[in-house]
């Protein structure tokens, strides 16, 4: 007899951290699974900690940049399944737009294999996932709408 899954849920956070550059704006991408995957550096919320602390941390780990929040870009959710664990996880993912304050991509954590900027354009054709993409194209809108576009 097959087990039913177990059903948790997940909350994570994470960043659309920018940059002015070339007359417009460059934002970052984290690469994971080997290379295969490009998405916005994200992860999940410690106890204690609220969206935005986990975003500015979860951006400074995963690009090696520092960050400040400029405006919240809402939140994703999706289905995810982990076989050897029989768990289906219902994941909720917070975004902020973060403007950048300082660092280095070369100084992101081995929880990724890249981090690497690319104007605004290009990174909404790049990144792999759906929701990620939406996001990037409110913080695009969200750019124009600042006046910074």
């Not at 280095?104 to 690319?118: K, N, P």
């Amino acid at each position: 007899m097959i087990k039913p899954a177990v059903l948790k849920h997940q909350t994570s956070s994470g960043g659309v951290i920018f940059k002015k550059a070339d007359g417009g704006f460059q934002v970052v991408l984290v690469s994971v699974r080997g290379g295969r995957f490009w998405c916005l550096p994200k992860g999940l919320v410690d106890k204690g900690e609220t969206t935005e602390m986990t975003a500015v941390r979860e951006v400074r780990e995963e690009s090696g940049l520092t960050g400040k929040i400029v405006g919240s870009l809402g939140e994703i959710t999706y289905w995810y399944y982990i076989r050897g664990e029989n768990t289906k996880y219902r994941k909720t993912v917070h975004f902020y737009l973060m403007e950048y304050e300082g660092g280095e991509t070369s100084q992101h954590d081995s929880e990724v294999d890249a981090a690497e900027w690319f104007p605004i354009d290009e990174a909404i054709e790049k990144i792999s996932f759906k929701g990620d993409r939406s996001i990037l194209e409110k913080a695009r809108t969200m750019l124009a709408e600042r006046g910074q576009g």
